[in-house]
């Protein structure tokens, strides 16, 4: 088996249980000769991903947009720090152009991070969700005219693909009943401030991620410029959006089912009374005829009995009422976050990283082995065994989380569509 770049430093002292589950480079040059045409960076390959063979061969594949220069330097993360370019109009353009192209009805997007620019890169990441959900048109700023004329014609053929249905959409499409690309965002911390996590939400990616990646005592050598506090308040900002959002949204279900409920019960009893008043007088009449009919024939035959004549009417149908207090609540953005094991970090220190992610109101949770990407970065003070994981993905579920992703070669962004897609059924 052929093993990535990032893994043949390592591989010698790597378990095998680490080793074995490393994907060979596969058929992914297709993948990277349209990301290299496209101008698209995508973490897979800045952060060294071991499962890039599998994710590339698969055709899927995180981007990462604003430039492939990070403004922190973190012990763990290979991306490469220094003064990032300017912001590139058209690359919002060019991810859904690629994501369209590769036939993706899941796409994964994050970020460097951005401390240079006044909004962190909030509005690039809103674009970008925009440009793939299809809210954008030709003439929206950041899709040059050749791009956006190219992204119609990817989007309809997406389509037609039976790839384009291999996820379930809960946003549904547009007039045509075309399903929209699902979006899911890791963000960096964006300076913590809830007005930017404001913006990304409303855009509307069906995930708002952002990573707390190691325990509290260990975050300032891990993480840099980042605090465990800052990451654990943008969680809870996000969630608390949400909640809002969706209880506003079952506020505004409820009221609007019960005006159309009353409209519907006001229209069928005037259509009732209608037909109660016809059938009246048709009732009466005919009673009329028959007491005419009958003393007519008793005039006729006198002293003979006449058969009573009996008129019976329909019942009016039952009114049909619909409870507006059963209405569902719309799902909302699900609100993610990844930890890392092995980086001197205790069991105890873990379950409290994984409390505090939920107490901030987590839905989702990703927990994976840490490996050094290069011997520049931290090392690995312990790897970690496949049932050490399980129990933690045991432990996550008590804690209340809608689902649970645990295993050495776990990461943010691996298999996102298939955790988000089990979420989803519990809702």
Known sequence: MKYNASMLATAKRLPPWVLNGVSGLGRSEEVKAR??????????????????????????????????????????????TGRPARVDSGEAGRVAVAAADMGLAYVVI??????????????QLVRTIEALHGLGGPDDEGLRSGTARTLWRSRRRLARSSEAVRVE???????????????????????GRAELIA????????????????VRRLTPAVRGRATYER???V??????????????????????SAEDTAARLEKKMAAHSAEDTAARL??????????????????KMPGRAMESIVVTTADSAAQNATNAAG??????????????????????????????????GCDLLTVGQYLRPTRNHLPVERYLEPVEFEEIAVEARELGFREIAAGPLVRSSYRADSLYRRSREQV
């Open 231 to 233: 990451s654990l308040s």
């Open 169 to 191: 959409a809960i946003g549904g499409g547009g007039e045509s009943g075309e399903r929209r690309v699902q979006v899911e965002v890791l963000v960096s911390d964006l300076g």
């Open 235 to 256: 969680l809870a900002a996000a969630s608390l959006q949400v909640r809002d959002a969706r209880r506003d949204a079952l506020r505004n279900a409820a009221l609007h």
């Open 327 to 360: 209405c569902r609540p719309p799902a909302g953005t699900a609100i993610k976050s990844g930890l890392m094991a092995g980086l001197g970090e205790s069991r105890k220190e873990l379950s409290e990283a994984m409390r505090d992610i939920r107490a901030a």
């Open 282 to 299: 048709e009732k009466k009449t005919a009673a009329h005829y028959a007491e005419d009919t009958a003393a007519h024939a008793e005039k």
């Open 199 to 214: 913006q990304v939400l409303e855009a509307g990616p069906e995930v708002f991620g952002h990573n707390l990646e190691t």
């Open 110 to 123: 994050t970020m460097v991070a951005r401390d240079d620019l006044r909004d962190h890169g909030a509005q």
């Open 35 to 80: 990301l290299r045409s496209a101008e698209l960076v995508t973490v897979c390959e800045e952060a060294r991903c071991p499962n890039i063979g599998e994710c590339f061969s698969r055709h899927t594949a995180t981007f990462m947009i604003l430039g492939d220069t990070c403004t922190r330097r973190c012990g763990f993360c290979s991306v490469k």
